[in-house]
């Protein structure tokens, strides 16, 4: 299962970077890669639900690894297409407060969840059964 997981993960990233290539207005290219991701986590869930897992290190690994490159991707192009779609079109000023506000919302995230950060920067394996299993 590793290897297919890692082949639509290529797949997809060449995907993501024919769309940003190949579409002129950022707007529809956010929106199509949100698109494209989505489909392909839904892909990956009727996959698990058929498949299962061979063994605990394999959901981990994919818990860990595969959904997280994919997820993140996701929400980027999600945050993206908000603050770009809700970024005031006034002057500069109103714009900077703008994306100040929307920095301090992502530091206020990353301070909330720092425990858990640190945990996956540092390729931490000591609790992976408690975030990583399905259930827990």
């Keep these: ?5 890692e082949k639509i993960i290529h797949i997809l990233e060449h995907e993501l970077e024919v769309l940003e290539s190949e579409t002129e ?5 956010f929106e199509l890669c949100i ?3 989505k489909g392909t986590l839904k892909k990956l869930r009727e996959s698990v639900i058929s498949n299962g897992f061979n063994s605990k290190q394999e ?3 994919f818990f860990k690894n595969t959904k997280p490159k994919i997820f993140s991707k996701l929400i980027f192009y999600i945050k993206q297409f908000k603050i770009k779609s809700k970024c005031p079109k006034g002057c500069s000023s109103s714009q900077k407060i703008y994306l100040n506000q929307e920095i301090k919302f992502l530091q206020d995230y990353l301070t909330e969840n720092f425990e858990f950060y640190l945990y996956f920067k540092r390729n ?13």
């Design 35 to 37: 698109k494209l991701l």
């Design 59 to 61: 959901e981990i690994n």
């Design 1 to 5: 299962m590793k290897e297919s997981n």
């Design 124 to 136: 931490d394996t000591a609790i992976d059964q408690y975030y990583f299993i399905s259930g827990n």
């Design 25 to 29: 207005d950022v707007l529809q290219t």
